[in-house]
């Protein structure tokens, strides 16, 4: 059997991250799932500056999240990524935030390889494509591409 490929990015809760009663707004959830792809794709040997010079971005294309349970300011949370589904010019990311045991958010992630410069989606490199497929981890949730 395949051990699952989790890529996994540790982070505290700050401040400026909260809400007036100390809970993490909602919105910053967002921002450490994004940070959880881009480590992702560094774990892979692939950096955003350099994908951008080959005129590739990935850009979000939909989100589907559900908050379970509240992060609070000096939190340690861990950011959990997963290939769900792959297509050739899409991705479907599973991500979790998890507080020790505990699961604090759920998200299905679907994001498209354009060309920056055009908006317009294009196939993304091959060996991106391959170190995908290769950790895939079909997810019931996660469709077809």
Not at 4 to 14: E, H
Not at 121 to 139: D, G, W
């Amino acid at each position: 059997m395949t051990a699952i490929f989790i890529q996994t990015l540790p982070l505290r809760v700050y401040y400026e991250d909260t809400d007036a009663a100390g809970i993490v707004y909602y919105a910053n959830y967002l921002r450490f799932l994004e940070r959880g792809r881009t480590e992702f794709l560094r774990t892979l040997g692939h950096e955003q500056s350099a994908l951008a010079t080959r005129r590739i971005a990935f850009a979000v294309r939909s989100a589907s999240v559900d908050y379970l349970k509240p992060a609070k300011l000096d939190d340690l949370l861990t950011v959990e990524t997963v290939v769900g589904s792959l297509g050739r010019a899409q991705v479907t990311f599973i991500q979790r935030i998890v507080r020790g045991k505990d699961i604090l958010l759920d998200a299905k992630i679907r994001v498209a390889c354009i060309d920056p410069t055009s908006g317009r989606p294009v196939a993304m490199p091959a060996e991106i494509h391959r170190q995908f497929l290769s950790i895939a981890q079909p997810h019931p949730e996660a469709e077809p591409q």
